[in-house]
């Protein structure tokens, strides 16, 4: 399982403080993008966030994370009966990401082109999260169907995965745009953290051999 310790290794982070900001940050960016900022029709953050965390962070953190930005924020702005599925296809994914990504990520080890396959892969996770979650949302729309929309049939369900096309390109859209955003960001952080770290050290070091 990916897990903070197995991170702590790869990026040499300076201490807890960055695991704890990056936990309320990725919170704060999901949640505000949900009851504030509102992009548009399924172009959101959670499957960003759920993506990114359970890379940086670990799957446990990355299921918790993603159930507390979706259960906050239904509760601000509200849900139906088809919460049952939105939620349960968002928490599968994220229950499950990390180790789909540590399993697939054993098949590359080259140094050259490991921080690019990396990003090209949980960009590839998201969009497969993306996937998920239309195909078993609109399951939901379908059988539930509390507006009468569509026949109870195959020819039902069929028209209301076509109904559903444009929601899941924007939210496709989303992940191609803001996973690697967001790893770019991310990783420039790190780099800084452990700069600050670094310089700091040395200004101690310093000052204990002054004395």
């Excluded at 924020?73 to 789909?100: E, H, K, M, Y």
């Excluded at 590839?124 to 993306?130: D, H, T, Y």
């Excluded at 444009?166 to 989303?174: E, I």
Aim: glycine share 6%; aromatic share 16%.
């Amino acid at each position: 399982m990916l897990n903070y310790k197995f991170q702590i290794k790869r990026h040499n982070k300076p201490s807890r403080t960055s695991y704890y900001l990056l936990l309320s940050t990725l919170f704060l960016v999901a949640f505000l993008e949900r009851t504030v900022w509102d992009l548009g029709p399924n172009v959101e953050l959670v499957t960003t966030v759920m993506i990114l965390a359970s890379f940086y962070l670990g799957r446990k953190e990355s299921f918790w994370l993603t159930f507390t930005i979706i259960a906050t924020t239904d509760r601000l702005i509200g849900n139906s009966s088809i919460f049952l599925f939105t939620w349960s296809g968002f928490l599968l994914p994220a229950f499950l990401a990390g180790s789909v990504f540590k399993y697939l990520s054993t098949k590359y080890k080259h140094p050259a082109t490991k921080k690019i396959l990396d990003g090209v892969l949980l960009t590839s996770l998201g969009i497969s999260s993306n996937i998920f979650f239309y195909l078993w949302t609109n399951f939901g729309v379908w059988l539930l169907d509390s507006w009468e929309m569509y026949t109870n049939n195959l020819r039902g369900l069929l028209l209301c995965y076509i109904n559903g096309l444009p929601f899941l390109k924007n939210q496709m859209v989303s992940s191609l745009l803001f996973i690697p955003l967001g790893i770019v960001l991310i990783e420039a952080a790190l780099k800084l953290a452990i700069k600050y770290k670094s310089n700091y050290a040395n200004y101690l070091q310093i000052l204990k051999d002054s004395h």
